[in-house]
């Protein structure tokens, strides 16, 4: 059974709500925090190892590090709830039952950073979460955890909830501070950097929804215990949202030592694929990261189990791995189109950028016209070439990584699933009413054609 941190109290009816999250021990870290220092606070949540819990990775506390502190100059800390990535839905969770947790760790995060004011920018279409929250921020205040003079330490903290109006762009955390101060959420060029200047030209951390939540459990058990969960630089627990064509989606928590096979098959995750099918492939970070097939999914290109953290995902690197990313774990069985679901992914990036740069502007839609008139039956060999090359030309060539998030899925399809592709146009009738099925996927890829196909 793997062990809980941030959903151990999530069964209890009306967790939601001060008085019960209370009684479970909710909001010590808080009694315990306030009596440390800020630096004592962000000592241990380096020693924890904690990593950035929305896609990057990026150890937590050397990012808290980097907040630079002028005299006389505001901090803010700004938690992105901008749950955007398709196939990701556990920040939604976390907000939805377990709101106090967000709260708790906000004010031990903001009086780490000496922020008397943090904001939580939430994704515009979680409507009925933003209630949850400001109900709770009031709980919070009225039993002294939150606004002026915070147990009688003379510390103080306000956390307001503002509302973003539906665009992905504002996942990325300058665009959300562009958004967050009233204009278009549009990504800045960075440097400079938030911690130096970011909300209104102020030093500023943005991190994640599960990653602030994580701060709880680091304080009260210490961020050395902390990091005795997981396994090498993948300290902790992880929250995944699984979907896609698994007996049992939902969301749940995993310390990183198990094996991507027993997630998908065991009873306690995700209960295997219904109706007897079988895996063909597998997004196991949200939309932006590597489609790879069930070959290199359970085991890496060396023949080892490929386990369900940051370092086993991304071994082999694009060429036979993929990324953790945002823990979106999206399931494909055999009956599954990767160049459909190719399509699909091309049309939300297509839709959702921003135009600001000109590789992502005219890119985007380009490899989504070109997906759709091969997915049609209509597609040329010469149209597969076209979309690698389009692909190529978007990535790195972005102020943010919209453009990255883009290409990834598209060019690993091409990468992994190429003879599907080509089976698309040379079917151009056949395509349209049958799917290629499972093909060699299932089977060990020899490292050597494995690279031939990149």
């Known amino acids: 059974m793997s062990k809980k941190l941030l959903l151990k109290d999530a069964h209890i009816e009306g967790i939601r709500y001060f008085d019960v999250y209370r009684k479970q021990g909710g909001y010590d870290s808080v009694d315990k925090a306030l009596k440390m220092t800020p630096e004592e606070i962000l000592e241990e949540v380096k020693a924890s190892g904690l990593r950035g819990r929305g896609g990057a990775g990026f150890p937590t506390g050397l990012k808290w590090s980097f907040l630079a502190k002028p005299e006389g100059v505001p901090r803010y800390l700004v938690v992105n709830a901008d749950e955007s990535e398709p196939g990701t839905f556990k920040d939604r969770y976390l907000m939805e039952f377990i709101p106090h947790l967000l709260i708790e760790g906000m004010i031990v995060s903001s009086f780490a950073l000496g922020a008397h004011l943090s904001y939580i920018y939430i994704r515009g279409e979680y409507a009925w979460i933003t209630e949850i929250l400001e109900e709770a921020i009031e709980e919070a205040k009225k039993n002294g955890f939150l606004g002026k003079n915070i147990l009688g330490t003379g510390y103080d903290l306000e956390i307001y909830v503002q509302r973003g109006a539906g665009a992905y762009i504002c996942g990325e955390e300058t665009a959300l501070l562009e958004s967050l101060e009233g204009k278009r959420g549009n990504p800045r060029l960075k440097p400079p950097f938030p911690a130096v200047k970011g909300l209104w030209e102020s030093p500023t951390v943005?991190?994640?929804?599960?990653?602030?939540?994580?701060?709880?459990?680091?304080?009260?058990?210490?961020?050395?215990?902390?990091?005795?969960?997981?396994?090498?630089?993948?300290?902790?627990?992880?929250?995944?949202?699984?979907?896609?064509?698994?007996?049992?989606?939902?969301?749940?928590?995993?310390?990183?030592?198990?094996?991507?096979?027993e997630f998908i098959y065991s009873d306690e995750y995700c209960g295997g694929i219904p109706n007897?099918?079988?895996?063909?492939?597998?997004?196991?970070?949200?939309?932006?990261?590597?489609?790879?097939?069930?070959?290199?999914?359970?085991?890496?290109i060396n023949g080892e189990p490929r386990l369900m953290n940051y370092e086993s995902l991304a071994d082999g690197g694009f060429a036979t791995g993929t990324m953790m990313g945002s823990g979106g774990f999206i399931v494909l069985d055999e009956d599954q189109c990767v160049v459909e679901h190719t399509l699909t992914l091309a049309r939300f990036y297509a839709h959702e950028s921003c135009g600001q740069c000109t590789p992502c502007r005219e890119g985007t839609p380009w490899m989504y016209k070109i997906l759709k008139k091969i997915d049609s039956g209509n597609g040329t060999m010469s149209d597969i070439d076209l979309l690698w090359d389009v692909q190529r030309k978007i990535e790195g060539n972005t102020i943010c990584p919209l453009g990255d998030a883009a290409a990834w899925p598209v060019a690993a399809a091409i990468r992994h699933f190429r003879d599907e592709f080509e089976w698309h146009v040379n079917n151009p009738e056949l395509c349209l009413t049958q799917n290629y099925g499972l093909a060699n996927y299932a089977d060990p890829i020899p490292v050597a054609a494995a690279n031939a196909q990149i």
Do not use: F, Q, R
């Open 206 to 261: 943005v991190n994640n929804v599960e990653t602030i939540a994580a701060v709880v459990p680091i304080i009260n058990i210490t961020g050395a215990e902390y990091a005795k969960i997981g396994v090498g630089k993948s300290t902790g627990t992880k929250l995944i949202s699984a979907c896609g064509n698994i007996n049992k989606p939902g969301v749940y928590e995993i310390d990183m030592t198990i094996s991507v096979e």
């Open 276 to 300: 007897g099918k079988k895996l063909k492939a597998c997004i196991p970070g949200g939309s932006s990261v590597p489609i790879v097939p069930a070959n290199l999914l359970l085991k890496t």
